[in-house]
């Protein structure tokens, strides 16, 4: 055997072995249903350890390329090239060389675990299901005739509903803005996603917020994207360092949650967000204004949006009823330059062909109707509750052990550990105890920090869910060092 593994190649040495076996079969040298060399041949050839071939033949197996059992050997898998004499494709190599990244692994894990019934949820963005207008949705069934289109609607998604929206925003966001410049989308995260997609190109700068919700999304990775971070203060992001990022990078676009910001619950002060746009206006940079939690704020107070104050037309502004009504409802807006919605409408009607006529109708007739008001007073109120449960609960359980900036609104309490402790395996130990929350470096790159959500459970088990946490917090203390 000529062939040897390149020890000076990043990819580990079993997947080197595992891919020159998989060449081998494909190109005859390993046939089907044939013994391949045994673990501790292979690895004398090779000058490797036999857990190293172990590891590739375990690899090989799990893709369904060879066979494996005790005393026999490892084999080709007879099925490989299936009935007719075609060869399998290797899926397992598909999903591993796409382009699009997956999630995070814990991300992925965190998702697996918080969908267990008996495990409290701290983690995961979204409202409990009380606080949910499913009754005002059940009077708009029983109200109100359907009397839509059913075929396919305008790319730009329903033109009644972004009309409502054009009127939603200028009356609590103080926006103006018309039908021709929203776009619908499949909630914020695919508005995100059209964005990258459409307006940027791979080696392009970006600017996001250190931590953030997008410093834990793959999809500036896998648009091939230069991201940079702009750390975030009890003011927010501060406008200097986006100029200094800008001066060494060339920053092409900005990615901000001014208000309620996730996950620290800060707010972009005023004078920085005449800042930002100043900047913006200067140099040229589109800022993406992502919007989702600002009719939650518990005073009453809403800040003006970026958007409200761009007189040049250089912000994209994204928002959705995600947060403040039903997530699965998947209704989210983008509003920018007619032009700009127009390609990011174009690239939606070629990825779904336009969003579904029936939750663009419920969210139509909600928004235009008192329902909404009532539904939004009722949710501050709850909100707020539920933040002051979760302050109690921690204060009672860690007192000083951990500190917390105390948010205004949105659903996220973004919590420092006063202890050097490693939160991946704080993690663990909390999901045995039954409950889930998001590590800090998930989302920006400082140690120490740990997110909860109070918008995901009721009162009774965010004390429950802090009480398991507290043991797990304990637990990694008195352990053994």
């Not at 202890?419 to 993690?427: K, Q, S, T, V």
């Amino acid at each position: 055997m000529d062939w040897k593994p390149n020890r000076a190649d990043k990819k580990p040495i079993y997947k080197q072995i595992a891919d020159y076996i998989e060449q081998g079969i494909s190109s005859g040298i390993f046939p089907p249903d044939r013994l391949l060399p045994s673990e501790r041949a292979l690895a004398n050839e090779l000058q490797v350890n036999r857990s190293t071939v172990s590891a590739a033949y375990e690899w090989l197996e799990s893709l369904g390329i060879v066979e494996r059992k005790k005393g026999s050997g490892t084999r080709v898998s007879t099925d490989i090239w299936g009935i007719s004499h075609k060869r399998i494709p290797n899926w397992g190599r598909y999903v591993e060389d796409g382009s699009f990244l997956p999630n995070l692994p814990l991300v992925q894990r965190i998702r697996t675990e918080t969908q267990k019934n008996d495990l409290i949820n701290l983690a995961s963005g979204e409202l409990t299901p009380s606080l949910f207008p499913a009754e005002q949705f059940k009077k708009i069934f029983a109200e109100q005739l359907f009397t839509g289109h059913l075929g396919y609607d305008h790319p730009q998604g329903n033109e009644v509903l972004r009309e409502t929206i054009a009127s939603h925003v200028r009356e609590y966001k103080n926006i103006e803005t018309s039908s021709s410049s929203i776009l619908i989308t499949s909630g914020a995260q695919q508005a995100l996603y059209l964005i990258v997609q459409c307006l940027l190109k791979p080696g392009d700068a970006v600017a996001i917020e250190d931590p953030s919700y997008c410093f834990s999304l793959p999809v500036f990775q896998s648009a091939g994207l230069r991201t940079y971070f702009l750390p975030v203060d009890k003011h927010g992001m501060n406008p200097d360092d986006l100029l200094s990022l800008h001066k060494k990078h060339r920053i092409r676009m900005v990615f901000l949650n001014p208000e309620h910001h996730n996950p620290t619950g800060t707010v972009l002060s005023l004078e920085r967000r005449k800042k930002v746009l100043e900047l913006s206006a200067e140099f040229g940079i589109p800022i993406i204004e992502d919007d989702p939690y600002s009719l939650t704020t518990f005073d009453g107070r809403i800040h003006p949006p970026l958007k409200s104050m761009d007189d040049a037309g250089n912000i994209l502004y994204i928002s959705s009823l995600s947060k403040i009504a039903a997530s699965g409802l998947r209704i989210g807006w983008v509003i920018g330059p007619p032009k700009v919605i127009q390609r990011l409408a174009d690239a939606k009607q070629q990825v779904d062909f336009g969003h579904s006529i029936f939750p663009q109708w419920i969210a139509n007739e909600f928004l235009a109707s008192s329902h909404f008001h009532t539904h939004i007073a009722m949710l501050q109120k709850k909100l707020e509750q539920q933040r002051d449960v979760l302050i109690s609960s921690l204060a009672d359980q860690l007192g000083s052990q951990v500190d917390f900036f105390i948010p205004k609104g949105g659903i996220h309490l973004w919590c420092k550990l006063n202890r050097p402790m490693n939160e991946h395996h704080l993690l663990e130990e909390a999901m045995k105890r039954g409950v889930a929350f998001v590590p800090g470096s998930i989302l920006g790159s400082k140690k120490g920090y740990v997110r909860f959500t109070f918008g995901r459970e009721e009162s009774r088990l965010i004390r429950e869910g802090v009480s398991r946490f507290a043991e797990a917090f304990k637990s990694i203390q008195s352990a053994p060092k």
